[in-house]
T-cell receptor
Framework: KAGVTQTPRYLIKTRGQQVTLSCSPI?????VSWYQQTPGQGLQFLFE???????NKGNFPGRFSGRQFSNSRSEMNVSTLELGDSALYLC????????????FGPGTRLTVL | AQSVAQPEDQVNVAEGNPLTVKCTYS??????LFWYVQYPNRGLQFLLK??????LVKGSYGFEAEFNKSQTSFHLKKPSALVSDSALYFC?????????????FGKGTRLSVIA
């Protein structure tokens, strides 16, 4: 099976712009979660989607949003970018049931100038 | 609320020596515990998990972890470290309540294995 893929791998944006990141989960996985990773804060949970519905949400401002499509692919959007949004954004998928582990993509490195 | 603590930001160990990466957790209810490893410029890779049953869990690449309920710990161990084990290690916990709750990660421990 192909792993979790994320596009693009690298992005450079300027303050005030918006960005959309994409994640394709492992085939058959219906849950997609997004995390922000920074050196100071570690891994912070953004949100989880399951069968096109947001199932969980972390403590991030409304500038961060996401969605999931019927094929389980997911996108996250960050509007009005701030310097502090520079981070590695990780997507993870799992079947969505039980206590099974998540499988992570390689991440999208976002730099905000 | 659930939380995970990895008390050491950095662990250094000589190649061939045993290694331990520490993790303690705090949850209301039964914990489900995970270890992940991250190599440079890569996403996280699953190593092992504890759900129920035997307190000693064996995982990928020769790693194992011991669940200790009384000490609320889930330390990662390996009998003989390799230079290639050098990476960032994350402990994570989930509590299963009425629905699926997200994984909560520790801040990570950087392991350096010195030849």
């Amino acid at each position: 099976k192909a792993g979790v893929t994320q596009t693009p791998r690298y992005l450079i944006k300027t303050r005030g712009q918006q960005v959309t990141l994409s994640c394709s989960p492992i085939s058959g996985h219906r849950s997609v979660s997004w995390y922000q990773q920074t050196p100071g804060q570690g891994l912070q949970f953004l949100f989880e989607y399951f069968s096109e519905t947001q199932r969980n949400k972390g403590n991030f401002p409304g500038r961060f949003s996401g969605r999931q499509f019927s094929n389980s692919r997911s996108e996250m959007n960050v509007s009005t970018l701030e310097l502090g949004d520079s981070a590695l954004y990780l997507c993870a998928s799992r079947t969505g049931q039980g206590h099974n582990e998540q499988f992570f993509g390689p991440g999208t490195r976002l730099t905000v100038l | 609320a659930q939380s995970v603590a990895q008390p050491e930001d950095q662990v250094n160990v000589a190649e061939g020596n045993p290694l331990t990466v520490k993790c303690t957790y705090s949850v209301s209810g039964n914990p489900y515990l995970f270890w992940y490893v991250q190599y440079p410029n890569r996403g996280l890779q699953f190593l092992l998990k504890y759900i129920t049953g035997d307190n000693l869990v064996k995982g990928s690449y020769g790693f194992e972890a011991e669940f200790n309920k009384s000490q609320t710990s889930f330390h990662l161990k390996k009998p003989s470290a390799l230079v290639s084990d050098s990476a960032l290690y994350f402990c994570a916990v989930r509590v299963m309540n009425s629905g699926n709750t997200p994984l909560v990660f520790g801040k990570g421990t950087r392991l350096s294995v010195i030849a």
